[in-house]
């Protein structure tokens, strides 16, 4: 049996059907850790599963975290559908412990949960503008479809987790705690922090929309990068949303900014050289993830949306610099540099977009016109 004792003793606390032949660690995903078992279902047939080791650094509490993962997927199950044009996609399932509890904590401390697989699908890469127009069609119906349920349904699991102004305190934090502790690092980073706070400031007035109660809280899917779509094999339409692990309050316009920081990106993440955004693929995104919205969007959500790429962006930068400044222990890293570039890449993103603000608005407001409702609805 090629799977590791440890993972299968792990593994058979949950529900699963069979006998497991096979363990493969999945390198997604920059927080939690993922294996894909294989289980002989004693009939010749086999029965795949995801087993996932939460990452409780980050959620903290993790009671909290299932309790919204469980909700939210049972909910699925049976969700009224608004209108049958939305995407409505195939969610993974939850497998329960045998005990019936949505995870495990396992006697050295660590937590572990499972999920059903999804076959036949795939991430996308390098999207052709149609497949990211249908990602953006499928994260919009979901912010459509999340901003149904009340707020007050779900956990904060992690307490201010877009709040802009948080997380430069944080980053000028570790900038300064990194002076004497990773003097390198700190040397590294300082000639970028001027260039960062005034991309911050410029997406600060959005940040205190949202503090101030100007901007609606609803509840929203808060991490809508492009690698949480899957998309069928064959023939690349998009097949389910996955990555629940930060649905709580929040708003569809982090939502959609942080699906044209991840998408409408012209390099990966973590390609500073020639970084910059792409109105080609904002376009498309605009096209698709804003007509499912337009029936809810107040008036302040639509004057604030062209700022919300923006927001994300610099967000992310502070958020990439701030752990490598403090030695890397939030988000994976495959190479030792890699927070450095990541952080550089998204200030990169962030000045182009700063650049192309006032066409970013335009666009963005020819899709927010109501004539553009009859294209859902
Ligand atoms: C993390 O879990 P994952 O890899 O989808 C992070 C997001 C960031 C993203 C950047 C809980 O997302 O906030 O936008 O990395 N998730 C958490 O790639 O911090
Ligand atoms: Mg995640």
Redesign the pocket.
Known sequence: MAIAQDLANLASAFAFEGEPTKAQAIAS????RTYYLTYDNGRGGENYYLLQKINSA?FQDVPALMANVARLLAYFKNEPHISEELFYGREPELIFTKNGASFLAAADGSFWRAYTFIGAATILKEPALVEIRAAAFAYGSLARRLANLSCELFNET?PNFHALKSRLLAFNAALSAAAEERPERYKKVLPLAQKLSAMATLALPLAKAIASGELPRRLAHN?T?L??ILFAKESHEPLSII?F??VMPGSPLYDFG?LVR?AAATGA?DEPEGMEISLEKYEVICQGFIPPLLPILNEAEREYLPLAPLTITCE?SLRFFADYLSGDH??AIHYPEQNFKRGLAQLKLAESMAERAGEMAKIAKNNLSPQNLKKVY
Do not use: A, M, P, Q
Not at 29 to 32: A, R
């Open positions: 995903g920059h927080i939690n980050v992690i991490d990068k690698s949480n990555d692990d930060t942080d991840s993440e992310l939030y988000f």
